[in-house]
């Protein structure tokens, strides 16, 4: 059972470059979430979704898009990358019922915008 | 809105010490849950507990107690007897029934010395 896994793990960009990180579970998990650590601030939410087709904004969406074309696959992307978005990017799922259970998180992907 | 304050930036301590972490929270929502998180220095996101908005009954699992008082918005998270293997940084998380969203505080970065 892989749970939540992130590609890739490590990724150097130019600035202006764009790039796309993918995050895979085998949960049948209907949320999923992304999310940016940054020294101090914590977890930040980007965007997040409650099912296959859906998404929504969180916290600090600027610069980022997503899709969630298929239930177990959500996408973070970045159009024209900016030293400003340089990260520790996490995606999470959980599965939100009538109880919200925990969500699983992936390993991380650490972003370097040169 | 939904909003996780957690004011200790650091917190250091003397192995054998008990040490407790700070977590209040905002939100409009009835029907919540809160999470505490360890990310130890290998970087990954381990849950830790979930206690729903309902259940205002503290916990104790070996070493780890937490304490959820609905009246002053706080779920404060106590180490008895601290070890090195506890340094890690720890987060307090909200998740609302209504808002779907998960949203994170901005962590307690716990250092225990021999």
């Known amino acids: 059972n892989a749970g939540v896994t992130q590609t890739p793990k490590f990724r150097v960009l130019k600035t202006g470059q764009s790039m796309t990180l993918l995050c895979a579970q085998d949960?049948?998990?209907?949320?999923m979430y992304w999310y940016r650590q940054d020294p101090g601030m914590g977890l930040r939410l980007i965007h997040y979704?409650?099912?296959?087709?859906?998404?929504a904004k969180g916290e600090v969406p600027d610069g980022y898009n997503v899709s969630r074309l298929k239930k177990q696959n959500f996408l973070l992307g970045l159009e024209s990358a900016a030293p400003s978005q340089t990260s520790v990017y996490f995606c999470?799922?959980?599965?939100?019922?009538?109880?919200?259970?925990?969500?699983?998180f992936g390993q991380g992907t650490r972003l370097t915008v040169v | 809105a939904q909003k996780v304050t957690q004011a200790q930036t650091e917190i250091s301590v003397v192995e054998k010490e008990d040490v407790t972490l700070d977590c209040v929270y905002e939100t409009r929502d009835t029907t919540y849950y809160l999470f505490w998180y360890k990310q130890p220095p290998s970087g990954e996101l381990v849950f830790l507990i979930r206690r729903n908005s309902f259940d205002e009954q503290n916990e104790i699992s070996g070493r780890y107690s937490w304490n959820f008082q609905k009246s002053t918005s706080s779920f404060n998270f106590t180490i008895t007897a601290s070890q090195v293997v506890d340094s890690a940084v720890y987060f307090c998380?909200?998740?609302?029934?209504?808002?779907?969203?998960?949203?994170f505080g901005t962590g307690t970065r716990l250092q225990v010395f021999p």
């Open positions: 979704s409650v099912g296959e087709g859906t998404t």
């Open positions: 998380a909200l998740g609302g029934y209504n808002t779907d969203k998960l949203i």
């Open positions: 999470a799922s959980s599965y939100m019922g009538k109880v919200n259970t925990e969500a699983f």
């Open positions: 949960m049948n998990h209907e949320y």
